[in-house]
């Protein structure tokens, strides 16, 4: 907490406590990491920052944590503390670690070449796979969901031949530029924090609040707007549900534009095999999934209707020769399409999200509870397999309400203070993942240490 900062409690617990929380927490956690901080307390040699990448270093923990092995839900750190894992790589590992079907996949490939730029036998099964899942008849494979979102929004302009496109205030969809928005007093300007940003990206990239559908409506009103990128659920601020109607106004008024509609379903894939858009019936133009969809061997998709593929094909017979823009050299390798493969067929299935829901209900009343008990002014949202516990009332309804209810400092102390008693959570935001391999009994070691966390600071 910055010294100008006057607030006497954030999330309704007292400055003070949450400060000696972290204090006292943060000491436990080096006391019990002697190995790890020896090897990594100080930075690692030859990395910028002292870290391969750099939100190793935004964990609140005082050092990154040092990780031996992962397996299930379970990691194992260099000195040997055993976490449970709800965080799950933030998605890269919504199925677990190296679920066997994958790691078998993986051995198999191993022995075959890596990445040749050509199609395998595996890739020929993958095609109608991800047509029956998703319920749309064509696709491309790249590398990351940051990328797919990049050449689908690309094939949207495309076939528009508008630039604009439109978000919702509190959006990620990776580090696509033109997403990096915000609306701050009601005015759009760039994403505070961007490093090296020159350009306004509010000239090409209108923002409106989610669930806002007067302000869609005008934003859509003057047909300049190409594609409308959104997650069905806000699950990068603190989470925010669609009300009632939002989403069918939002397929409405795109089409009334001539809009085409992205859904990014990169962390909404928690609700189903099929993701948010089958469950619910969302009928997305360009669909996008990345993390988990080859068991955490970096791999994305990106699916378009039949009208894009006809309106793309028609635009690419009669645009200038030369790159499209789209493609990185390593996408659509065999490792990619083995583990792809894999993930579909035997780990994404029909009785692994019915357990995974199942459990993250059970999550959600449990932490619910506790709450209740202490009488904080906070709440749990949920979709599918994703919890989180958000510290300020809720429900949410936009980004703008989500922003305000994050209390990054008491976030963090609670963050630690779940490591300390095995538990490890997503690091920016209290996000939770239940995957096939969590057992019920790491559920309830969650509640526990949320519930002696709670008391600590509700006492
Ligand atoms: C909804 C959504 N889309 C896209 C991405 C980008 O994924 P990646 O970093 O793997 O490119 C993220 C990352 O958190 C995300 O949450």
Redesign the pocket.
Known sequence: MQASDSRTSIGGIDVARIAELRESEAATFRKARPNSEAKVGNGMAGFLGGVPMHWMTDWPTPFPILVESAKGATITDADGNMLDDFCLG???SMLGHSPAAVARAIRRQSGRGLTYMLPSEDAIAIGPLLQQRFGLPYWQIAT????A?RFALRVARAVTGREKILVFNGC????VDETMVRLIDGKPVNRPGLAGEFRDLTRATKIVEFNDIGALEAALGNRDVACVIT?PVL??SCMVLPEPGFHDALRRLTRAAGTLLLI?????ISTGPGGYARKHGLEPDLF?L??PVAGGV?A?IWGMSEDVAALYGAYDRTKEPGYSGMGTTLSANPLQFAAMRATLEEVMTEAAYAYMDGLARRLDAGLTAVIDRHRLPWHVARVGARVEFICAPGPLRNGGEAEKAHAPELEAAIHVALVNRGVLIAPFHNMMLISPATKAAQVSRLITAFSAVAARLAA
């Open positions: 933030d998605t890269g990351t969901a940051t990328d979102n990620y969809h990776g580090s997650e699950t990068n990014d379903e990169t962390h909404t996008v990345g993390k970096p994305s």
